[in-house]
């Protein structure tokens, strides 16, 4: 006989074993009545996703190997970011024309539990994490936690005419 999950004599996991679900279903069930803030790493921290190839040469996907690209800004793919204050997520990392125009990129994961879940922000000019609210300067370091670690920051390269961003390890 199944009793009711509310029952005293059995827990919840219990109850759903008794229905023949797998852990992998019992994990899913678990994290859809917890809310988002147990399951939030596993279910934002996706893949690197393939950044659009026109305007774009060399890896961008740490998987890959090396961070070493080419972006060609007058492509309708990245040229937004020509204009300052905005910032692109390509592949493993995340490019921003800061203040001043000065480019930066840095890691796209956070490194405090590596959501895909940060953005920039000009006004403060620094990156924030919407996960869990860290805030990092622009140099990768840390401005406010639970962060504890430094992004790491990739050499940012534009060309004299301002058309072409390299990127490097
Ligand atoms: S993952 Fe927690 S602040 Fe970014």
Same mark, same amino acid.
Request: charged share 10%; net charge positive.
């Given at each position: 006989?199944?009793?009711?999950?509310? $029952?005293?004599?059995?827990?919840?996991?219990?109850?759903?074993?008794?229905?023949?679900?797998?852990?992998?279903?019992?994990?899913?069930?678990?994290?859809?009545?917890?809310?988002?803030?147990?399951?939030?790493?596993?279910?934002?921290?996706?893949?690197? &996703?393939? &950044? &659009?190839?026109?305007?774009?040469?060399?890896?961008?996907?740490?998987?890959?190997?090396?961070?070493?690209?080419? !972006? $060609?800004?007058?492509?309708?793919?990245?040229?937004?970011?020509?204009?300052?204050?905005?910032?692109?997520?390509?592949?493993?990392?995340?490019?921003?024309?800061?203040?001043?125009?000065?480019?930066?990129?840095?890691?796209?994961?956070?490194?405090?539990?590596?959501?895909?879940?940060?953005?920039?922000?000009?006004?403060?000019?620094?990156?924030?994490?919407?996960?869990?609210?860290?805030?990092?300067?622009? $140099?990768?370091?840390?401005?406010?936690?639970?962060?504890?670690?430094?992004?790491?920051?990739?050499?940012?390269? !534009?060309?004299? $005419?301002?058309?072409?961003?390299?990127?490097?390890?």
């Amino acid at each position: 006989m199944i009793k009711n999950p509310t $029952d005293n004599n059995i827990n919840r996991g219990e109850f759903l074993r008794s229905l023949g679900m797998s852990s992998a279903a019992l994990m899913a069930f678990y994290c859809m009545g917890t809310g988002l803030t147990a399951c939030s790493k596993s279910d934002s921290s996706t893949p690197t &996703p393939t &950044p &659009p190839a026109a305007g774009l040469t060399g890896n961008a996907d740490t998987a890959a190997g090396a961070i070493n690209f080419t !972006i $060609d800004l007058t492509n309708s793919n990245y040229s937004s970011l020509k204009t300052v204050g905005n910032f692109m997520k390509i592949g493993s990392v995340l490019v921003a024309n800061t203040t001043g125009g000065k480019y930066v990129t840095i890691q796209r994961l956070c490194t405090h539990e590596a959501n895909d879940a940060v953005s920039y922000g000009l006004s403060a000019n620094k990156f924030t994490c919407s996960a869990h609210g860290s805030v990092f300067n622009v $140099d990768g370091t840390v401005s406010v936690g639970p962060a504890t670690t430094a992004m790491k920051l990739y050499k940012s390269t !534009i060309s004299t $005419d301002g058309n072409t961003l390299t990127v490097t390890a």
